[in-house]
């Protein structure tokens, strides 16, 4: 009786790999990217040579070889007919002009002559395509020679007659056809022609690839690289435009935190040294207005610092997701009406769009808030359209001069000249703004407005 229940553990079997996922391709394919492409075009290329190849070999080739070995057997056949039917000098003269002249054929006849050697006869007629065809139109012993007129070109057929020999010397070329020598020429030509010139293409594509990647590596180690411009496919030209927009964003991000480090020392020098001053003079019993002047100094280094940490923060780590823009901008406009602003608010097209919702927030919050603080009436106008979101602020307060409005997106520039962040924050507002809008693929820019003012627009590409 069989236990049912083994209480041995058996090692799992392991299941065997089938399939393209098992075969180590890198093994065997070429590393570079010249050598794979290149390996792309010869693969098929040699298969359809091979392919075409066979095809006529197989059918245009043995076709044709047997129609003419037919052509030729048959003129022999009547030349043979033709001197046993009509037997004599003359008739052989006769015959041997009008063979010369119409079948391109010499004729010679041996009386009295045999064959001798190695004849085709009966059951002993080879595979070639002329013996076979000599035999079925003939009947009679003969022997073909490819090799005693080579030189001249030619091929002997001797045929054994009842009281002779008939010698037939034919060209080769009614047996063999110069056509096929031009077809493997232009096939193999071609081929050499065509692999060239994508040769040519491919190393000029290579070429744009590799100045690519020699650009990127010499940036990420800290040399400069001067802008090159795309060139090659459309997709390494896009790639090429991708790195330069990369690399600019880099830069201004690394030019921006040394401006805010340098923002940093000199805007908190100044609190600093107010409260270095107020504590000198302190007594033993402070005055309440000593008190509240140091509270007033530690209030504006924290709004700095805050200021500080949200350029810094950046967009941070947060995803796209469906956002009802409306909503979005519709909710921000009424908390800035319940502080007391004048600011109207439209929107055109769809409402749900993919979007970082807390970094658009915090992009439009820093332009609203510029607007409303600057101007009594504020215009705030969205539109969706070409998967393309244009939000316009304008405002009808005294503006920026044309020749500073890419100043002001600098970090820590302000054209209030004090240094009081009452009056004029700390100068991140703009910066941020434009940092976000870029984040996203877009940007902040700065224009005349309708209402007299300015007007700062954002361009979210979707």
């Given at each position: 009786?069989?236990?049912?229940?083994?209480?041995?553990?058996?090692?799992?079997?392991?299941?065997?790999?089938?399939?393209?996922?098992?075969?180590?391709?890198?093994?065997?394919?070429?590393?570079t990217?010249m050598?794979?492409?290149?390996?792309?075009?010869v693969?098929?290329?040699?298969l359809?040579?091979?392919?075409?190849?066979?095809?006529f070999y197989?059918n245009?080739w043995?076709?044709?070889?047997?129609?003419?070995?037919?052509?030729?057997a048959?003129?022999?056949?009547?030349?043979?007919?033709?001197?046993?039917?009509?037997?004599?000098?003359?008739?052989?003269?006769?015959?041997?002009q009008?063979?010369?002249?119409?079948l391109?054929?010499?004729?010679?006849?041996?009386v009295?002559?045999?064959?001798?050697?190695?004849?085709?006869?009966?059951?002993?007629?080879?595979?070639?395509?002329?013996?076979?065809f000599?035999?079925?139109?003939?009947?009679?012993?003969?022997?073909?020679?490819?090799?005693?007129?080579?030189?001249?070109?030619?091929?002997?057929?001797?045929?054994?007659?009842?009281?002779?020999?008939?010698?037939?010397?034919?060209p080769?070329?009614?047996?063999f056809?110069s056509?096929?020598?031009?077809?493997?020429?232009?096939?193999?030509?071609?081929?050499?022609?065509?692999?060239?010139?994508?040769?040519?293409?491919?190393?000029?594509?290579?070429?744009?690839?590799?100045?690519?990647s020699?650009?990127?590596?010499?940036?990420g180690?800290?040399?400069?690289?001067?802008?090159?411009?795309?060139?090659?496919?459309?997709?390494?030209?896009?790639a090429?435009r991708?790195?330069?927009?990369?690399?600019?964003?880099?830069?201004?991000?690394?030019?921006?935190?040394?401006?805010m480090?340098?923002?940093?020392?000199h805007?908190?020098?100044?609190?600093?040294t107010?409260?270095?001053?107020?504590?000198?003079?302190?007594?033993?019993?402070?005055?309440?207005?000593d008190?509240?002047?140091?509270?007033?100094?530690?209030?504006d280094?924290e709004?700095m610092?805050?200021?500080?940490?949200?350029?810094a923060?950046?967009?941070?780590?947060?995803?796209?997701?469906v956002?009802?823009?409306?909503?979005?901008?519709?909710?921000?406009?009424?908390?800035?009406?319940?502080?007391?602003?004048?600011?109207?608010?439209d929107?055109?097209?769809?409402?749900?769009?993919?979007?970082?919702?807390?970094?658009?927030?915090?992009?439009?919050?820093?332009?609203?808030?510029?607007?409303?603080?600057?101007?009594?009436?504020?215009?705030?106008?969205?539109?969706?359209?070409?998967?393309?979101?244009?939000?316009?602020?304008?405002?009808?307060?005294p503006?920026?001069?044309?020749?500073?409005?890419?100043?002001?997106?600098?970090?820590?520039?302000?054209?209030?000249?004090?240094?009081?962040?009452?009056t004029?924050?700390v100068?991140?507002?703009l910066t941020?703004?434009?940092?976000?809008?870029?984040?996203?693929?877009?940007?902040?820019?700065?224009?005349d407005?309708?209402?007299?003012?300015?007007?700062?627009?954002?361009?979210?590409?979707?």
């Open positions: 009786m069989t236990d049912r229940a083994d209480p041995t553990p058996r090692a799992a079997t392991p299941k065997p790999t089938w399939g393209l996922d098992s075969i180590e391709w890198e093994r065997w394919v070429p590393r990217l050598a794979r492409a290149s390996l792309i075009i693969v098929p290329l040699i359809v040579q091979v392919i075409s190849t066979l095809i197989e245009h043995d076709t044709m070889s047997r129609r003419m070995a037919a052509s030729l048959g003129d022999v056949a009547y030349v043979a007919e033709f001197i046993r039917d009509f037997p004599g000098e003359q008739n052989l003269s006769w015959l041997k009008t063979a010369a002249r119409t391109e054929i010499d004729v010679t006849y041996t009295g002559e045999r064959l001798e050697g190695d004849l085709v006869a009966g059951d002993a007629v080879a595979d070639d395509a002329l013996d076979e000599l035999w079925l139109a003939l009947k009679r012993p003969f022997r073909v020679d490819f090799a005693s007129f080579r030189n001249d070109k030619l091929i002997s057929i001797n045929v054994q007659l009842d009281d002779g020999v008939l010698h037939v010397l034919a080769r070329r009614r047996l056809s056509t096929t020598y031009v077809f493997v020429i232009w096939m193999v030509g071609s081929s050499m022609l065509l692999f060239g010139v994508a040769t040519v293409f491919l190393r000029n594509q290579v070429k744009s690839v590799r100045r690519l020699q650009a990127a590596d010499d940036f180690k800290g040399r400069e690289v001067p802008d090159f411009t795309p060139e090659g496919a459309f997709e390494v030209r896009q090429a991708a790195f330069n927009i990369m690399r600019g964003r880099i830069k201004r991000q690394i030019t921006q935190r040394t401006e480090l340098a923002g940093v020392s805007d908190l020098r100044t609190p600093l107010r409260m270095k001053l107020q504590l000198a003079m302190l007594g033993p019993n402070p005055k309440p207005e008190i509240k002047a140091l509270t007033e100094d530690v209030g280094m709004r610092l805050e200021a500080y940490l949200a350029f923060r950046g967009e941070g780590s947060e995803e796209a997701v956002t009802n823009v409306a909503e979005l901008l519709d909710g921000m406009v009424a908390r800035y009406r319940r502080d007391g602003a004048t600011i109207s608010f929107f055109a097209g769809p409402h749900s769009i993919p979007l970082k919702p807390v970094a658009f927030e915090r992009c439009l919050a820093n332009l609203i808030g510029n607007a409303v603080r600057y101007g009594k009436r504020v215009a705030v106008t969205a539109k969706l359209h070409d998967r393309v979101l244009d939000v316009h602020i304008d405002d009808d307060g503006g920026i001069p044309a020749d500073k409005r890419e100043d002001v997106f600098r970090a820590f520039t302000r054209l209030e000249t004090s240094r009081n962040p009452k004029g924050g100068g991140l507002g941020i703004a434009r940092d976000i809008a870029r984040s996203m693929g877009g940007d902040v820019t700065l224009s407005s309708p209402l007299g003012g300015l007007r700062a627009s954002v361009r979210i590409p979707l």
